[in-house]
């Protein structure tokens, strides 16, 4: 799963995300890579027509070279860091939390019945701006620029 809050001036908060379900396979790749996470970002972006302010915890591949050749050939697109290990200050985090909470007592029998359920969880938190703006504001952090001197 990947996802990210996505934020614009005099628009509701909108939660978009990517679930991917990979296979058991010899050699295969079992985590979302660079190119997942840019298309995901690049559809936001389609999306919201206009540019994005990124803030991004410190995965592997949200560091990698190859996310940093992405990530530049995009002039829409400036990116910060979150400090190491500093989970409480992601959004995102919040919402997999939420997730995953909700999903406690589910007992399934099919990877395709656990997927199709987190998707439904998922579309659900998209309708809901108000829990959305409750995980940014749960990370403490201000989203005003820096005052004017």
Known sequence: MAGLIAMRPGSRTRLCH??????????????????????????????????IVLVWDRLNTHVSHAMRELVAEREWLTVFLLPAYSPDL??????????????????????????????????????????LDGFIAGTGLTLDGPASP
């Open 18 to 51: 990517r679930l991917r379900t990979h296979r058991p396979g010899k050699g295969k790749r079992r985590s979302m890579g660079e190119r997942d996470f840019i298309a995901l970002i690049d559809s936001v972006h389609q999306l919201l027509k206009a540019p």
């Open 90 to 131: 992601n959004p995102v985090e919040w919402v997999w939390a939420h997730v995953k909470r909700s999903l406690a007592n589910l007992a399934v029998v099919a990877l395709d019945r656990l997927e199709a359920v987190v998707r439904n969880r998922l579309k659900h938190l998209q309708y809901r701006p108000a829990t």
